[in-house]
């Protein structure tokens, strides 16, 4: 590589810092949850974090990794996403998905717009978040599919110290083809919420096409930062 060139990687390099700096500078200490979930079928790990760039950016990534008991095998299933802010509780989202096959991991671009807020109508302690999501075909993951991902998280107060509160939750995720929908699954939790840990007990449901619903019952724990 010649001088000029050298140069200009090193300008553009620093030029590139510059531009990110107000952003990180401005950033906010990334904020997460860690659960872990002991089913009789099998085992997850689930790892959330995220956190915001400057006043109208977001960053999230999550990792779910299952432990098959039966098989004795594990899988790991990943994204990150990246939003911009666009009101009332809406922004739009990148995101991109590594899903674990027998082939390798398969990299998948999905854009969408995600909704997070209360549902204070109906209780100040009722959320919802919901994101939807197209994937962007590629070689590896070449049919279009839609992506829809909702959690409802109910969490009253127990008491009058506001140390305790309870914790009903569902998540549900639905994927649907051109031929159909591919998967869909749905999570409940049921437990105690604090500050920084959460427990209770929890049950997966799985759906895919021609075949029976799979079901995990089990104990949960988790610890937020």
């Known amino acids: 590589m010649n001088t000029n060139k050298k140069l200009t990687k090193t300008w553009g390099g620093l030029a590139a810092a510059l531009a990110l700096t107000p952003m990180l500078q401005a950033a906010d200490l990334p904020t997460g949850r860690i659960e872990a979930f002991?089913?009789?079928?099998?085992?997850?790990?689930?790892?959330?974090?995220?956190?915001?760039?400057?006043?109208?950016?977001?960053?999230?990534?999550?990792?779910?990794?299952?432990?098959?008991?039966?098989?004795?095998?594990?899988?790991?299933?990943?994204?990150?996403?990246?939003?911009?802010?666009?009101?009332?509780?809406?922004?739009?989202?990148?995101?991109?998905?590594?899903?674990?096959?027998?082939?390798?991991?398969?990299?998948?671009?999905?854009?969408?717009?995600?909704?997070?807020?209360?549902?204070?109508?109906?209780s100040t302690n009722l959320t919802l978040y919901t994101i939807n999501t197209v994937n962007v075909p590629t070689h590896r993951d070449p049919l279009l599919n839609g992506e829809n991902v909702t959690t409802l998280t109910w969490s009253p107060p127990l008491g009058k110290t506001g140390r305790y509160s309870g914790l009903l939750q569902v998540e549900a995720v639905t994927n649907i083809g051109e031929k159909g929908y591919n998967f869909a699954s749905q999570n409940f939790r049921a437990g105690i919420t604090t500050k920084r840990f959460e427990w209770g007990l929890g049950v997966n449901l799985g759906h895919a096409p021609d075949k029976k619903m799979s079901y995990t019952l089990g104990p949960f724990a988790s610890i937020k930062f």
């Open 38 to 122: 002991a089913g009789d079928k099998y085992t997850t790990l689930d790892t959330k974090v995220g956190g915001t760039l400057g006043k109208h950016f977001n960053y999230f990534g999550r990792n779910i990794t299952t432990f098959d008991h039966n098989e004795k095998t594990s899988s790991p299933f990943s994204f990150i996403d990246l939003s911009v802010n666009v009101g009332k509780g809406f922004t739009l989202v990148n995101e991109t998905q590594f899903i674990d096959s027998s082939q390798g991991t398969i990299v998948t671009p999905r854009l969408g717009f995600e909704y997070f807020g209360k549902l204070s109508p109906i």
